[in-house]
C-alpha cells in the first residue's frame, strides 16, 4: 500500500475520488460538491485555518487503486464541556471494507496529531461548524441531505474494531407535513388557542426583500437564546445578515419563521429546502452548466423535503407554548402553500435531552442516528461520554 499526503491538485483529486469510488455503488449515496469538501481546507475560505492545522492523505494499493483517505485537524479551539485533554479531529474518512486499511489511516491521524500535542483525536468531525460534515451514519441509511456525511454501514465496525467509542448519538428526526390527515399532537393546537387569545402575539415568515430586518430579529433571538449555550459567540446583525444573504439563492421564504410578543422578536424557527434533491444530479460539479442545471431543476420541479436548522425561544418566554403557537402558524401556511412532504430534523446530541424532547413532542420519528467517536492515546485514562446538558 501507498500513502500519500495531499499536496497538490492531482492529490485533490484523488482525495475526492476516493470518496465516489468506495461510495458510488450504494444507492442512497449523494455525491456532494467538490467545491465544498475542497472549501473546508482552503485558507481562503476556511478562517479556522488560520489558527488551526489540517492534513490529508490518500491510500493507494499495489495496482494503484485508491482504497481509502483520511484529514485529521488540530483546532485550538476545539473542546467539548469537561474536557481535561486536547482533543484533535478526524474526518473525511472513507476505506474499503479492510480492517488493515483503515488501521493504517487511523494510525497516520493519530501519529501526526500526537506530534502537534493531542491526546485525543474525534470522529469523523469537521473543520468548522457542526452542520457539516459531522459524524458517521450508523442507522438509517437513506439519501443524506445536504452537507451531511453518508458512508457504508461497515464503517461503524472499522471504527469500533480500531478502539474507537461513542462519544455521543446524533439523532436525526423526520416528519410528514404535506397533507390534511398529518397533524400534530391536541396539545399543539391547545397551545396555540391560549397564546392567540391573548393578542399579544403574532408570528410571521421571513420576506426576501426585507433580510436586514430579519437579520437584526435572528440576531436578537440567538444572542438571548443560544449564544451563551456551550460558550457560542454573540452574532451581530451583520453578521446575520451575512449569514442570510448566503442562503438567499435556495431560501424558501415559507420556511423561515420568527415570533413576536408586542413587536419584540421571541423565537424563531429556520428551515431551508433540502438542496441534495437536486446535486444527486450534476455529480459533483458546479461549474456555469451545473449552476444553470441547477437553477432550471429548482425552477421547475417540486421539491418535497425540507430541513430543520434552528429552532429557538428566548428564555423568558419559554415554556409558555410559544413554540407550539409559532409552529401551529407556520403549519398552515406551509400545508397551504408549498408541495412539501417532509421535514427532517438536522441532527440534536443525545447529550440535549430538552432538544431531544421537543422533537418527540413533535410527533417526529427518528430517521437516522450518527456517531461522534472519541479514541483516547491512553488507554490506561478513563473514558467519559460527552456530559448531559442542564
Not at 40 to 61: C, G, I, M, Q
Request: contains cysteine; glycine residues 6%.
Amino acid at each position: 500500500m501507498k500513502l500519500r499526503e495531499v499536496k497538490n491538485s492531482k492529490d485533490e483529486q484523488d482525495f475526492l475520488m476516493a470518496h465516489v469510488r468506495i461510495n458510488q455503488s450504494y444507492p442512497n449515496w449523494i455525491r456532494p460538491f467538490d467545491k465544498d469538501i475542497l472549501e473546508v481546507f482552503d485558507p481562503k475560505k476556511n478562517r479556522l485555518l488560520r489558527t488551526s492545522k489540517a492534513v490529508r492523505w490518500v491510500l493507494e494499493n499495489e495496482k494503484g487503486d485508491l482504497i481509502g483517505r483520511i484529514a485529521a485537524f488540530v483546532n485550538p479551539k476545539y473542546k467539548s464541556k469537561g474536557d481535561d485533554v486536547p482533543v484533535g479531529g478526524i474526518g473525511f474518512f472513507d476505506s474499503v471494507d479492510s480492517q488493515e486499511v483503515a488501521n493504517l489511516l487511523f494510525d497516520t491521524a493519530k501519529n501526526w496529531l500526537a506530534g502537534h500535542g493531542m491526546e485525543a483525536m474525534d470522529g469523523p468531525i469537521n473543520l468548522g461548524e457542526r452542520d457539516k460534515w459531522w459524524g458517521l451514519l450508523v442507522e438509517g441509511f437513506e439519501p443524506p441531505i445536504y452537507n451531511t456525511n453518508y458512508n457504508p454501514p461497515y464503517y461503524q465496525r472499522l471504527f469500533e474494531n480500531y478502539g474507537f467509542k461513542v462519544f455521543f448519538n446524533q439523532i436525526c428526526w423526520g416528519l410528514k407535513v404535506a397533507d390534511s390527515a398529518s397533524q400534530l399532537d391536541s396539545k399543539f393546537y391547545e397551545a396555540h388557542r391560549k397564546i392567540a387569545d391573548t393578542g399579544e402575539y403574532y408570528v410571521k415568515h421571513i420576506n426576501k426583500s426585507q433580510l436586514p430586518r430579519a437579520a437584526k430579529d435572528l440576531s436578537i433571538v440567538y444572542n438571548k437564546a443560544w449564544a451563551k449555550h456551550q460558550g457560542n459567540k454573540e452574532i451581530t446583525p451583520e453578521m446575520a445578515l451575512k449569514m442570510l444573504k448566503s442562503m438567499s439563492a435556495v431560501m424558501d421564504e415559507y420556511l423561515i419563521w420568527f415570533a413576536y410578543h408586542h413587536d419584540e422578536p421571541i423565537a424563531m424557527w429556520v428551515n431551508l429546502p433540502d438542496i441534495n434533491q437536486i446535486v444527486k444530479h450534476l455529480n459533483g460539479q458546479f461549474n456555469l452548466w451545473a449552476k444553470l442545471k441547477f437553477f432550471l431543476i429548482q425552477k421547475f420541479s417540486k421539491m418535497e423535503k425540507f430541513v430543520g436548522l434552528v429552532f429557538g425561544v428566548v428564555p423568558e418566554f419559554q415554556g409558555k407554548g410559544v413554540d407550539y403557537f409559532m409552529i401551529v402558524e407556520a403549519e398552515k401556511v406551509i400545508k397551504a402553500k408549498t408541495h412539501y412532504k417532509d421535514l427532517e430534523l438536522y441532527w440534536q446530541g443525545d447529550f440535549n435531552p430538552k432538544m431531544l424532547n421537543i422533537s418527540k413532542n413533535l410527533g417526529a420519528n427518528q430517521t437516522r442516528r450518527m456517531v461522534t467517536y472519541r479514541y483516547l492515546f491512553d488507554p490506561n485514562k478513563p473514558f467519559e461520554r460527552h456530559p448531559i446538558l442542564d
